[in-house]
């Protein structure tokens, strides 16, 4: 069973405005939510992480939120730009801490 | 600054085949894992490893072994290939557990079994 999901495979936007991806889970017991950024051929970076005693994070352009109620959180980036076009993971880790759950991917397109 | 580095970053093996895929980090993690990407399921762990000496199994971890006889390395190990451990295996490290600190992954190895 998939415990972290994203739902849209892909995702395309212009150039300039928001992204908006997509992240649900179904584990109580995750408290640690992460977003990497994977490009072609490289191995993923880490992206914007929340703890889930917060309910939003924001690192310059990027902005994760998390809804704890519909165990549901989302990656903001605005405004969009076309180095940004990669796969973007979703991952969740428990209080254990000593491992994360990927959900499936979502590939980013900007277009200019 | 090397970070984690994987070897080979290609390979193609037959049916039954053996092989050993190498991980290395030089930034004194402790923990250390293995996981495989395939489309449309994203990054499955195979094995991980909170400590030098230790392991643990993840969420597919059969047909596969692992060893940490040294903190900086991790090894990978398919003793009879198969076809449906064609796939690309990412290596990752942390300094400790996730609420401190995120993953470095390696660039990938890319593994096709015939």
């Known amino acids: 069973d998939q415990q972290v999901k994203q739902n849209s495979p892909s995702l395309s936007v212009q150039e300039g405005r928001i992204s908006i991806l997509n992240c649900d889970y179904t584990n109580s017991m995750f408290d640690y939510f992460l977003w990497y950024k994977k490009y072609p051929a490289e191995g993923p970076t880490f992206l914007i992480s929340i703890s889930s005693i917060k309910d939003k994070n924001e690192d310059g352009r990027f902005t994760v939120f998390l809804n704890k109620s519909a165990k549901h959180l989302s990656l903001h980036i605005v405004p969009s730009q076309p180095g940004d076009s990669a796969v973007y993971f979703c991952?969740?880790?428990?209080?254990?801490?000593?491992?994360?759950?990927f959900g499936e991917g979502t590939q980013l397109t900007v277009n200019p | 600054n090397a970070g984690v580095t994987q070897t080979p970053k290609f390979r193609v093996l037959k049916t039954g085949q053996s092989m050993t895929l190498l991980c290395a980090q030089d930034?004194?993690?402790?923990?250390m894992y293995w996981y495989r990407q395939d489309p449309g399921m994203g990054l499955r762990l195979i094995h991980y490893s909170v400590g030098e000496g230790t392991t643990a199994k993840g969420e597919v971890p059969d047909g596969y072994n692992v060893s940490r006889l040294k903190k900086q390395n991790f090894l990978l190990g398919l003793e009879s290939a198969a076809p449906s451990q064609t796939s690309v295996y990412f290596c990752?490290?942390?300094?400790?557990?996730?609420?401190?600190?995120?993953?470095?992954f390696g660039e990938g190895s890319r593994l096709t079994v015939l």
């Open positions: 990752a490290s942390s300094y400790s557990g996730l609420q401190r600190g995120e993953l470095f």
């Open positions: 930034m004194n993690h402790e923990y």
């Open positions: 991952a969740a880790s428990d209080v254990s801490g000593s491992r994360l759950t």
